[in-house]
């Protein structure tokens, strides 16, 4: 993956991901009008840092999605860095590092002119946030949502991820959705295997094949593609969204 991709989002909120680890993605938002910068999940100290001081030394503010490691490993490290608080869910305070702002649904988070709402989107972990800005749109929903696919359920049950996806496919059309990880070529490979007739899902797989054969990333994703192709959204109840989530955690 290219080390520093072109930011997508020119409008209020400059958005970018930075690729840490094997497959993660930690994304750096700025408000444009106040310069205000955030970074969300920076598991990777090191390459956080070096991405916020090429682009000028500022961090506002740290948000965290759910507790691993590979979401919050650094976030300790890169707040003290740039004397940032650190934002997360309450209720997993005792697994997150330190908080600053301990975070509950419905509440917002602030960065310079524009502002963000929590919502709970427990499933992959039972204390999973996401976070959405409107004026953007822009969602950044961790290892809830992922473009053509959704979390592994470790702690969470069908039902929790169901209410979960039903909460984010509310947002509006044309939200970028931000998530933590690079897997949308499996994913898209999968989703094809279910559902084979869904011309949408062939168009994006054809192009998710273009992406990675470039390097270029596959992420952000708009909402109303995800609608169209992501078999998670398109489950039309809870039986259905768990034989489908069986089905990937088996599927080579």
């Given at each position: 993956m290219p080390a520093s991709p072109p930011s997508p989002t020119p409008g209020p909120l400059d958005v970018s991901p930075i690729p840490i680890l094997s497959d993660n993605y930690a994304w750096r938002l700025r408000d444009n009008r106040s310069g205000a910068v955030a970074v969300v999940d920076p598991a990777d100290a090191g390459a956080v840092i070096a991405r916020?001081?090429?682009?000028?030394?500022?961090?506002?503010?740290?948000?965290?999605?759910?507790?691993?490691?590979?979401?919050?490993?650094?976030?300790?490290?890169?707040?003290?860095?740039?004397?940032?608080?650190?934002?997360?869910?309450?209720?997993?305070?005792?697994?997150?590092?330190?908080?600053?702002?301990?975070?509950?649904?419905?509440?917002?988070?602030?960065?310079?002119?524009?502002?963000?709402?929590?919502?709970?989107?427990?499933g992959h972990t039972r204390g999973h946030v996401s976070f959405f800005f409107g004026d953007g749109p822009v969602l950044f929903c961790g290892d809830t949502l992922f473009s053509l696919g959704c979390g592994r359920l470790l702690e969470g049950t069908p039902e929790e991820m169901f209410g979960s996806l039903r909460k984010l496919s509310a947002l509006p059309d044309d939200t970028l959705v931000c998530c933590g990880h690079e897997y949308t070529d499996s994913n898209a490979r999968f989703a094809l295997s279910v559902l084979p007739d869904n011309a949408a899902?062939?168009?994006?797989?054809?192009?998710?094949?273009?992406?990675?054969?470039?390097?270029?990333?596959?992420?952000?994703?708009?909402?109303?593609?995800?609608?169209?192709?992501?078999?998670?959204?398109?489950?039309?109840?809870?039986?259905?969204?768990?034989?489908?989530?069986?089905?990937?955690?088996?599927?080579?």
């Open positions: 916020l001081e090429r682009e000028g030394g500022r961090l506002d503010l740290v948000l965290l999605t759910h507790h691993h490691d590979d979401h919050v490993a650094g976030a300790l490290e890169v707040a003290r860095r740039f004397g940032a608080p650190i934002a997360g869910a309450a209720a997993d305070r005792h697994r997150l590092p330190p908080l600053d702002l301990a975070l509950q649904e419905g509440d917002r988070v602030f960065l310079g002119d524009t502002s963000g709402v929590v919502i709970d989107t427990p899902l062939r168009e994006r797989a054809a192009e998710v094949a273009t992406q990675r054969a470039s390097g270029t990333p596959t992420v952000p994703t708009r909402l109303v593609a995800e609608r169209a192709a992501n078999p998670f959204l398109l489950a039309p109840d809870i039986p259905s969204l768990a034989a489908f989530r069986s089905r990937k955690d088996s599927f080579r």
